[in-house]
């Protein structure tokens, strides 16, 4: 009985180092899997980055022109303001006068269309 109690104690022990290498080898496994997750993540995070790049460059290329194009029509904007508020300046005293002419400077006449009833 001792021996089969020895052998079964054998067999438990070697059941428990069997699930120990089983527990130790998914762990490993798991590690690696991590390991090999953010690998994979970083390549892509990289390749994201190259691509951007390249079409931050590409788009930098392509609109380079266009970059000059809104400037040049902002700085003509900015010249037609200055001109149009330059040209009120001048000619605010002359409107005003004509207007307040106008207004001011009545002349009664009879309309054209006006019929006399007999």
């Given at each position: 009985m001792a021996s089969q109690?020895?052998?079964?104690?054998?067999?438990?022990?070697?059941?428990?180092r069997a699930a120990e290498k089983v527990a130790d080898a998914r762990k490993r496994k798991?590690?690696?899997?991590?390991q090999a997750k953010e690998e994979a993540q970083m390549e892509v995070e990289q390749y994201r980055r190259e691509r951007e790049q390249e079409f931050q460059s590409k788009q930098q290329a392509a609109m380079g022109s266009q970059g000059n194009l809104s400037a040049e029509v902002e700085q003509a904007t900015r010249r037609q303001v200055q001109g149009m508020q330059s040209s009120q300046q001048r000619n605010r005293e002359?409107?005003?006068a004509q207007l307040l002419g106008m207004v001011c400077d009545v002349r009664p006449q009879v309309h054209p269309n006006y019929r006399i009833a007999a």
């Open positions: 109690s020895q052998g079964i104690q054998q067999l438990l022990q070697a059941e428990k798991a590690r690696r899997l991590k002359h409107v005003l």
